[in-house]
């Protein structure tokens, strides 16, 4: 099984900047993908950003393209989420996820393992 810790959320004006780091252990080695998710008050969960774990082919989603950038440091299990001219639209709980499907896409439900989620708060 694989568990992943989100961290780095917090409180920024709009405008501002974060980095989200999520942190894998257990079984890695049957990673093929990691995501970020978030889920607003009142609204579903939707996907943000993702990596396939080789290759490092990303996908963004367009509410978030040219201002978050995902990344990953396989030596550490680690992904990163790269959040600038953040608005108040991007506050949300922030999930960070991991699929052992070599497909999977932008799906909630193509993913094994959850974090337990990180808050950002965009103040306007």
């Known amino acids: 099984q694989v568990h992943v810790v989100e961290s780095g959320g917090g409180l920024v004006q709009a405008g501002g900047s974060l980095r989200l780091s999520c942190a894998a252990s257990?079984?890695?080695?049957?990673?093929?993908?990691m995501a970020w998710f978030r889920q607003a008050p009142g609204k579903e969960r939707e996907f943000v950003a993702g990596?396939?774990?080789?290759?490092?082919?990303?996908d963004y989603a367009d509410s978030v393209k040219g201002r978050f950038t995902i990344s990953s440091d396989y030596a550490k299990n680690t992904v990163y989420l790269q959040m600038n001219s953040l608005k108040p639209e991007d506050t949300a709980v922030y999930y960070c996820?991991?699929?052992?499907?070599?497909?999977?896409?932008?799906?909630?439900?193509?993913?094994?393992?959850w974090g337990q989620g990180t808050q950002v708060t965009v103040s306007s």
């Open positions: 996820a991991a699929s052992r499907s070599g497909t999977a896409g932008r799906g909630s439900w193509e993913y094994d393992s």
């Open positions: 257990g079984r890695t080695f049957g990673i093929y993908a």
């Open positions: 990596t396939r774990w080789i290759g490092g082919r990303t």
